[in-house]
């Protein structure tokens, strides 16, 4: 078992569909114990067929009666919750949460993730067998998840904590060609320049801070050798067209 890796238990899940939408969730993000408390229908086809291709998860999932079941060996619980309560428990968000079922995860400990009904989540009792309440905040305006989207969301936080310091935080860093040095760049613009005056859209006499704001735009930019070769190619047939206009007249 991965440090990751939990326990999701679904409580009195009615839609046997979103059982397998569950499972297909854990599956995208490396967890694989699944267990279900009281399910309304299971095994299911729809559970099966909605899992898409994580049926494996649904064939090993256990299926209990009680909550008190479900969690009976666990060090941690964390129930799901969406409503306040008239005594504060201790709350995160999956983010913050996901720190904290990690460190428990890597210290040996059996975590639980708890998720409740479709129509009315965890019940008061149940969510004081939790050691911790979570709070996914989706916007005011529309507060309804969806069983697996919830499930998707908290342990998609639990795969990037697990990730993290092995993902990229540069988006080019496995570029397929070298980046322009200041040397290049600056001839694609002497030569960028020339061009202009050329078809006449720069008058050098007046030239109005037009580069500098192309200086300011291509400084934006990382370009690569390549790239800035493509330009250049632009440039080089435009002034050749050119020549050949002038020569034909």
Known sequence: MSNESVRVVLVNTTHPGNIG????????????ELVLVAPRSFPDEQAVWRSVG????????TVVETLAE????CHFIVGTSAR???????????????????????????????FGREDRG???EELQICNL???????????SLNLAMAVQVVCYELRMLALEGSLSSDAQSEWDAPFATAENVERYLEHL????????????????????RLRRLYGR????????????????????????????K
């Not at 939408?21 to 694989?32: I, L, P």
């Not at 994580?54 to 090993?60: Q, R, S, T, W």
């Open 221 to 248: 930019m990382n370009l690569d050798e390549m790239e800035l070769n493509i330009l250049r190619g632009i440039l080089t047939e435009t002034q050749k067209s050119l020549h050949k206009s002038s020569t034909a």
């Open 54 to 61: 994580a049926a494996d998860i649904l064939e090993n999932a």
């Open 193 to 212: 320049e020339q061009t202009l005056i050329e078809i006449g859209f720069l008058d050098p006499v007046a030239p109005r801070q037009l580069m500098t």
């Open 84 to 114: 306040g309560r008239r005594i504060p428990w201790p709350t995160l968000d999956p983010r913050a949460c996901a720190r904290q079922v990690l460190e428990r995860r890597n210290s040996g400990q059996q975590v639980a993730l708890v």
């Open 21 to 32: 939408a569950v499972a297909r969730a854990m599956k995208n993000m490396g967890q694989s």
């Open 133 to 143: 309440h979570l709070h996914i905040p989706s916007h005011e305006d529309y507060t």
């Open 70 to 73: 479900a969690v009976a060996d």
């Open 122 to 124: 965890l019940t008061n």
